[in-house]
């Protein structure tokens, strides 16, 4: 799982990718009325239908059995000469129906999906933006690692990530100096966010909230540029 906490005012959450899809195609819509209007009846009595008039129906509204020459889906993965994952495409239905949906190359393109692949998209722009501080003691030895990565995101950047979805140098990183982690999200894109490791500054101190200050003015900065 990989989405920004609520907590930092954005309210993104990106699922996994074991999260289940819409695999169903949007229900239509049938709405009908009689043509004869049924009379009122006696409080307490059932009202009084004509056996042939009052089932003479008209219609009003009809979504469900409109012609529909395309079929429109979202593709999950990269699909040569349709597009890449998340985009909406039209296809001939016999090509949605008998390769991308039995193959799992695309869903539905139903309001649940398009918001699904639209929070994803808005997440990998955000990571894409974004530079990782790691604060880390100088009086313990230490070797950095996915978990403490993880709590730094969720600290520094107000994202959720979870530390499978994590990748550092295989050279353990013992020492302060700029790095780099690989994100990858819903198990198919990878992000590499640049990563600073510098000395931990206590949070009493004027400096931190200084420093603290300018993290949040920046990353309120980049949501409004996002949203």
Not at 136 to 152: D, F, G
Not at 166 to 189: A, F, M, Q, S
């Amino acid at each position: 799982m990989l989405g920004r906490g609520a907590a930092g005012g954005c309210g993104l959450l990106l699922r996994a990718a074991s999260r289940a899809l819409s695999l169903s195609h949007s229900q239509g819509t049938v709405v009908v009325e009689r043509w004869w209007q049924v009379p009122l009846s006696k409080e307490g009595r059932q009202p009084r239908l004509h056996p042939r008039r009052h089932r003479i129906y008209r219609l009003l509204e009809d979504t469900k059995h409109l012609p529909k020459g395309e079929l429109e889906l979202i593709l999950t993965q990269s699909v040569e000469n349709l597009g890449n994952r998340g985009d909406v495409v039209s296809v001939k239905k016999h090509v949605g129906r008998n390769k991308l949906l039995p193959q799992g190359l695309a869903v539905y393109a139903s309001p649940e999906n398009k918001k699904m692949f639209e929070e994803e998209k808005k997440t990998i722009r955000f990571l894409k933006s974004c530079r990782l501080e790691v604060g880390m003691k100088n009086n313990v030895k230490w070797e950095l690692n996915n978990e403490i990565v993880a709590r730094h995101f969720l600290k520094n950047l107000r994202v959720f990530v979870p530390p499978h979805a994590l990748k550092l140098p295989e050279e353990p990183i013992t020492r302060w100096g700029e790095y780099w982690c690989d994100v990858t999200v819903n198990g198919l894109e990878t992000v590499r966010v640049p990563m600073s490791v510098v000395k931990f500054l206590r949070p009493k101190t004027k400096r931190y909230k200084h420093w603290l200050a300018q993290q949040q003015a920046q990353l309120a900065a980049r949501r409004e540029e996002l949203l």
